[in-house]
T-cell receptor
Framework: ELKVEQNPLFLSMQEGKNYTIYCNYSTTSDRLYWYRQDPGKSLESLFVLLSNGAVKQEGRLMASLDTKARLSTLHITAAVHDLSATYFCAVDLFNTGTASKLTFGTGTRLQVTL | DAGITQSPRYKITETGRQVTLMCHQTWSHSYMFWYRQDLGHGLRLIYYSAAADITDKGEVPDGYVVSRSKTENFPLTLESATRSQTSVYFC?????????????FGAGTRLSVL
């Protein structure tokens, strides 16, 4: 059974600081997703990481994937209040190039304070 | 409007009642999914569908029934609601395409079973 663990579960950080969210998973997979969820809202796709060593960046967020270590990281650079949200990683079980059958981590709730 | 819509957005029901949550997408995506979101569990897959008339169980299917007679609709039915089914339910869809297979989520239905 695939297990996906995120840490920390809750992160309070000051504006301007850097931090990293970690996502570990238990079964081989070369496809990993990061989603963002604002309170009471739906999930929004941030990144898709498709191979070992993949790195994607959008604004102050950068995601990477190490399939050998079964680890993905979401790095936040110089946090701003607008980044406050819950971030989920999700791992694809299928690996077949068809539909993704996702197993989600429990989420990391990020709170950026002044 | 184009996209993926869920209805109702909020529902209160009583134990033992049958409840149907609706999901409609206008992208003609092949794949559709139902998740439930509970604190401490992230999102868990209930059922998914690869095409009209093709459905399969996810991680937590007990107590739920799905159907997919048309590509664009994927209703989820709780045949006899229980308090443990109080949750936020998300529908998602994805196209049948190589590699990325991003899932796009609806706004969610908040269900309370009293």
């Amino acid at each position: 059974e695939l297990k996906v663990e995120q840490n920390p579960l809750f992160l309070s950080m000051q504006e301007g600081k850097n931090y990293t969210i970690y996502c570990n998973y238990s079964t081989t997979s070369d496809r990993l997703y990061w989603y963002r969820q604002d309170p009471g809202k739906s999930l929004e796709s941030l990144f898709v990481l498709l191979s070992n060593g993949a790195v994607k960046q959008e604004g102050r967020l950068m995601a990477s994937l190490d399939t050998k270590a079964r680890l993905s990281t979401l790095h936040i650079t110089a946090a701003v209040h607008d980044l406050s949200a819950t971030y989920f990683c999700a791992v694809d079980l299928f690996n077949t190039g068809t539909a993704s059958k996702l197993t989600f981590g429990t989420g990391t709730r990020l709170q950026v304070t002044l | 409007d184009a996209g993926i819509t869920q209805s109702p957005r909020y529902k209160i029901t009583e134990t033992g009642r049958q409840v149907t949550l609706m999901c409609h997408q206008t992208w003609s995506h092949s794949y559709m999914f139902w998740y439930r979101q509970d604190l401490g569990h992230g999102l868990r897959l209930i059922y998914y569908s690869a095409a009209a008339d093709i459905t399969d169980k996810g991680e937590v299917p007990d107590g739920y029934v799905v159907s997919r007679s048309k590509t664009e609709n994927f209703p989820l039915t709780l045949e006899s609601a229980t308090r443990s089914q109080t949750s936020v339910y998300f529908c998602a869809s994805s196209a049948r395409q190589a590699r990325k297979n991003i899932q796009y989520f609806g706004a969610g239905t908040r269900l309370s079973v009293l």
